[in-house]
């Protein structure tokens, strides 16, 4: 039976959205320090030459130009993560319509991109390769030649393949002769963009000595000091992050961007810089989702058992590799899905193209994989005559068995996410004509990673809670408050979050990898009883007991035994700072956990046959979540994973042609409103121990991960049309119709 907890459990109002609604919140495009100048980037129009010459001095000489830099000005280092691979400014190549080439300093924005205009680039333009099956093939130009120089030598280097994994259990071959049945497909998915509304900005304020302040719209401030150290070529401590609130994420803002160029536009006029990205930037020349290719193999028995499942995912990197956290989605490992196959064999590739950078957005790699894998799953289930739940019901993974990469997990809720799912969806009930009900399942751990805090009680009793953790929207400092608030005994109201940069705040990893509850929870956790016991020895030296026997709730004191011998949190602290700080510290350290968690969703869909629309007219979105911390906060979670999902399945493209961006604004790439939400159900299973704090799971990424294949399985339920790239569009829909002899109605 779970355990009641006071603040646990419940709806609590977040700290920080007063500030927001109001207007009142200090963002980053929002801060304007005194003499500050305004920095812009001069783009590359090539997606793929090489740099003759650069002639600056136009640009100089304009009146109110203060500062102009090229790569001849910064060291020659290169920036990543894995793999260092990117220059901050294009050496002697550029490799992507949209890469800095220059950048400018002026008194205004107007001065500083008329500079930037006359800036005068001679480049030899060099043949290019924008595809994946174009970049794979024999006589594709390199987009690194040079790649050998940077590369670490865990990078597989073949071609413009930069990064190859792989996984393999049992013998693929073995497998296929062990089938009854063998089906494949090819399913392929597009670049999309994050979808956050506050476009990049940065403000940096450098000293003579080099040591500098930087305010940044990223989430990560400490591997972005890291990061930004390594490359300057000085201590960490020279520099100070601050992260101000932060508008919108989804993995876009874990990158460096124009920090480096921000700093050292300061450093030589001894000014305050600011640099913003336009939207056209953003959507050009931001990280973007990995486009893909994946190619998919099962054998299976005639009574739907799986014995074998080989796949093939290609993703499309664009120009540079570093900017992200691996060589190759992590989403790839989880294309065989939570199912029982004995045998397997997964590939994953990171390829180099002369696109933008591909990074990191909402659960890398994993709607992709899974938007093939789900869909896949209903192709062999209506081949084979099944019901696509009895299918998976016969298959996925139940307590004491491995998943197909060999690792095992504890309370394993698939099989009840997947009944739980059809039930609430009706999914036995007859379909209306035109109408399709279709499902998808995943399976996602939480993250670990290493975060501290400090929480510190005033002599009047107020508390603080001090966290290197961002806020990024998603409501993260309003759960770090409820955990102290019930650690402490007192209400969520009494306890203020202090979000701190890094020169005093406790180090934290980033928000990132649905890990901040897990992390940052458990160092405030750990912080906040540290306080508490300094609290209750106190209390229970005033109340004449055994510190043991004193509960502590609602801001009150008192024994077991006596409830009505109660003291007020207040009187207690001020007692306590009688004898020095009521100051608790917590430092947690946790990697991946033996658990995880399953998400089913359904979607409804109604089609439109005389011009191939989808609607989706409901979703059912079923999450295994281990203990719900906040109601509306994890409900708030998944509608929004689910409204971008819906994006990305049906709208969403950065379309191009020869590498140039065409919907280079948001009146042409349809990011889903409030307009296109379906009726949506979500429903919340607990009692599954998590690893975050009071069994308690990872939230932010894996709502996303099923909407694809849901509503393409569901397109298919209502027409028998099976469309295999993303987006579903109207055209394709329309096409695939008159291909499958359905003609419009009359």
């Not at 803002?253 to 536009?265: F, G, Q």
Request: charged share 20%; glycine share 10%; with cysteine.
């Amino acid at each position: 039976m779970t355990e009641e907890l006071n603040c646990i459990g419940k709806a609590a109002a977040r700290p920080e959205a007063p500030e927001k609604v109001t207007g009142k919140a200090v963002y980053a495009g929002d801060l304007s320090l005194s003499g500050m100048l305004h920095g812009v980037v001069l783009r590359s129009p090539h997606p793929h030459a090489r740099i003759l010459t650069i002639d600056t001095s136009a640009a100089r000489a304009l009146q109110g130009v203060e500062a102009v830099l090229t790569a001849a000005d910064l060291p020659r280092r290169r920036l990543g993560e894995k793999i260092k691979d990117q220059p901050v400014l294009a050496e002697d190549m550029v490799r992507f319509v949209g890469e800095r080439v220059a950048a400018v300093a002026a008194l205004d924005e107007a001065t500083a991109r008329r500079a930037a205009g006359l800036i005068r680039v001679e480049y030899e333009p060099l043949p290019a390769v924008f595809d994946i099956e174009e970049a794979l093939g024999p006589e594709a130009p390199l987009v690194h030649a040079d790649s050998l120089e940077y590369l670490k030598p865990q990078a597989q280097v073949q071609g413009n393949v930069y990064g190859y994994e792989r996984i393999a259990t049992g013998a693929i071959e073995a497998g296929w002769s062990q089938s009854d049945y063998i089906f494949e497909d090819s399913f392929s998915t597009q670049a999309v963009h994050q979808g956050y509304q506050e476009n990049h900005v940065i403000v940096a304020l450098a000293e003579p000595d080099g040591r500098a302040t930087i305010w940044s719209c990223n989430k990560v401030p400490f591997p972005l000091r890291r990061e930004l150290a390594n490359y300057i070529g000085i201590l960490e401590d020279y520099l100070r992050i601050v992260a101000p609130p932060i508008g919108g994420d989804f993995g876009g803002k874990s990158a460096v961007m124009d920090e480096p160029l921000c700093y050292y536009l300061s450093l030589l006029t001894g000014r305050p810089v600011r640099m913003a990205m336009t939207r056209r930037e953003e959507l050009a020349a931001a990280n973007p989702r990995h486009p893909s290719l994946i190619t998919i193999k099962s054998g299976v028995k005639k009574n739907g058992q799986l014995v074998a499942r080989q796949v093939k995912i290609l993703f499309n990197s664009g120009a540079y590799g570093g900017v992200k956290s691996s060589l190759v989605l992590l989403g790839y490992n989880k294309a065989a899905g939570p199912y029982r196959i004995p045998h397997l064999l997964i590939e994953g590739y990171a390829v180099y193209t002369n696109n933008e950078p591909r990074g990191q957005c909402r659960a890398p790699g994993q709607p992709q994989a899974v938007f093939a894998l789900e869909s896949h799953m209903d192709i062999i289930a209506k081949g084979l005559g099944l019901d696509p739940l009895a299918f998976r019901l016969r298959n996925v993974l139940t307590e004491g068995e491995a998943d197909p990469a060999g690792e095992r997990w504890h309370d394993l809720r698939g099989r009840e996410v997947l009944e739980t799912a059809a039930r609430v969806a009706g999914w036995q009930r007859p379909r209306a004509a035109g109408t399709g009900l279709g499902m998808a399942l995943a399976f996602r751990g939480t993250g670990g990673g290493v975060s501290g805090a400090e929480v510190k009680v005033g002599a009047d009793g107020s508390v603080e809670v001090l966290t290197g953790a961002v806020e990024t929207g998603t409501g993260s400092w309003t759960i770090l408050q409820q955990i102290a608030a019930e650690e402490l005994g007192v209400t969520p109201e009494m306890v203020r979050v202090v979000p701190g940069d890094t020169s005093v705040a406790p180090y934290d990893c980033g928000n990132a990898a649905s890990r901040s509850t897990h992390v940052a929870g458990w160092a405030v956790r750990q912080a906040s009883q540290e306080a508490a016991a300094i609290l209750g020895s106190t209390a229970a030296r005033m109340l004449g007991g055994r510190p043991e026997e004193i509960v502590s709730k609602g801001g009150r004191f008192w024994p077991a035994s006596h409830p009505e011998q109660s003291l007020a949190f207040a009187q207690v602290a001020e007692k306590a700072a009688e004898q020095g700080p009521i100051v608790g510290l917590g430092r947690y350290e946790g990697q991946k956990k033996d658990t995880t968690a399953f998400a089913c969703h359904v979607a409804e869909v109604m089609v439109d046959r005389e011009t191939g629309a989808v609607e989706v007219t409901r979703l059912v979105a079923v999450q295994d979540i281990g203990r719900i911390l906040n109601p509306p906060a994890a409900e708030g979670q998944v509608e929004g994973s689910a409204v971008q999902g819906l994006g990305f399945t049906l709208w969403e493209d950065l379309v191009k042609e020869e590498g140039r961006l065409c919907s280079s604004s948001l009146a042409d790439y349809h990011q889903p409103s409030s307009l296109d939400m379906p009726e949506m159900e979500v429903v919340f299973l607990e009692g599954a121990r998590g690893p975050a704090p009071y069994g308690s799971k990872g939230l932010g990424e894996l709502p996303i991960v099923p909407v694809a294949a849901a509503i393409a399985n569901a397109l298919e339920d209502a027409t028998g049309v099976r469309i295999k790239d993303l987006p579903l569009t109207p055209e394709k829909v329309w096409l695939a119709l008159q291909k499958g002899g359905f003609a419009p109605a009359s």
